[in-house]
């Protein structure tokens, strides 16, 4: 069974980062392009960014610049490392598979606030 736990995350002023870490099986992990999203209260799980197995990496829109996205292929570990975090970033994140996707796990709750 395909494991996904999510941590890192915590409450931060705006303005401030925040690093997400996902551990994810290794034979999940190995051959997939891997994702985060987020879902805000009473919205839908939106997509933030994928990495693929070679780094290469895409980005929502609203993103604009601030969140990079980067995976450990030898500890089978997504990040996302977030920077100037605004109130709307508030969510819980979760990661998984782009393409393939496997029970979400329990995901990290992120709330930006003063």
């Known amino acids: 069974q395909v494991q996904l736990v999510e941590s890192g995350g915590d409450l931060v002023q705006p303005g401030g980062s925040l690093r997400l870490s996902c551990a994810a099986s290794?034979?999940?992990?190995?051959?997939?392009?891997m994702a985060w999203y987020r879902q805000a209260p009473g919205k839908q799980r939106d997509f933030v960014a994928f990495?693929?197995?070679?780094?290469?990496?895409h980005y929502a829109d609203f993103v604009s610049g601030r969140f990079k996205i980067s995976r450990d292929n030898a500890g089978n570990t997504v990040y996302l490392q977030m920077n100037s975090l605004k109130p709307e970033d508030t969510a819980v994140y979760y990661c998984?598979?782009?393409?393939?996707?496997?029970?979400w796990g329990q995901g990290t709750q992120v709330t930006v606030a003063s």
């Open positions: 998984n598979g782009y393409y393939v996707k496997a029970s």
């Open positions: 290794e034979t999940f992990f190995r051959d997939n392009v």
């Open positions: 990495v693929t197995t070679n780094g290469r990496t």
